[in-house]
């Protein structure tokens, strides 16, 4: 089992739209979840960090996170082509050493 | 307040020749992290660094690759002998604490290297 996993997708949703992406994680101690944007060819952009169980709003963006189901997700509010890019969650495990672990991503298309 | 940065932003080397990335963290963070990304893939770690301190290289190939971070000036990942499977996008982060409980991870531009 991966120690962070997510769908690759891609997640086609039309322009505004709520984008829902998923992803879960092995190690029942982790405490602290990121959700990082990756445009194609750029670097991953920080979005949202999120360390407490339940809803974290910032702008369009939504962080859920619920450690006794090891779930965390990213809600897009009212999708709009920009916001097509790859979504990646990145997760502090605590197994031995602390280590940012991170999904492989999941592609969302937004459709005009 | 400049982010992290990265240099060169492309760099093309033959196969054989070294190749030396380099990369200054945000100003206050000490703390530096190494990823590579091939094409259509995840990020995969490769080495944690502080000041003069090498924490955690268990993502870094045993042979060819090198990383320091000295006291003074950037952090460097060393590639030597470059193989065309080096061919990829390398990424740096800073935060400003190392490793705990919750610290966020700032990345640079990005280096593509292409091995011919």
């Known amino acids: 089992q991966k120690e962070v996993e997510q769908n690759s997708g891609p997640l086609s949703v039309p322009e505004g739209a709520i984008a829902s992406l998923n992803c879960t994680y092995s190690d029942r101690g982790s405490q602290s979840f990121f959700w990082y944007r990756q445009y194609s060819g750029k670097s991953p952009e920080l979005i949202m960090s999120?360390?407490?169980?339940g809803d974290k709003e910032d702008g369009r963006f939504t962080a859920q996170l619920n450690k006794a189901s090891q779930y965390v997700s990213l809600l897009i509010r009212d999708s709009q082509p920009s916001d097509s890019a790859t979504y990646l969650c990145a997760v502090i495990t605590t197994s031995g050493t602390y280590k940012y672990i991170f999904g492989t991503g999941t592609r969302l298309k937004v459709l005009a | 307040n400049a982010g992290v940065m990265q240099n060169p932003r492309h760099l093309v080397r033959r196969r054989g020749q070294e190749a030396r990335l380099r990369c200054s963290p945000m100003k206050g963070h000490s703390h530096v992290y190494w990823y590579r990304q091939l094409p259509e893939e995840g990020l995969k770690f490769m080495v944690y660094?502080?000041?003069?301190?090498?924490?955690?290289e268990s993502g870094m190939p045993k042979e060819r690759f090198s990383a320091e971070f000295p006291k003074e000036g950037p952090s460097i990942l060393r590639i030597q002998q470059v193989v065309r499977g080096d061919s990829a996008a390398y990424f740096c982060?800073?935060?400003?604490?190392?490793?705990?409980?919750?610290?966020?991870?700032?990345f640079g531009p990005g280096t593509r290297l292409t091995v011919t």
């Open positions: 982060a800073s935060s400003p604490i190392g490793q705990g409980v919750m610290y966020e991870q700032y």
């Open positions: 999120i360390y407490s169980n």
């Open positions: 660094l502080q000041k003069e301190n090498i924490i955690d």
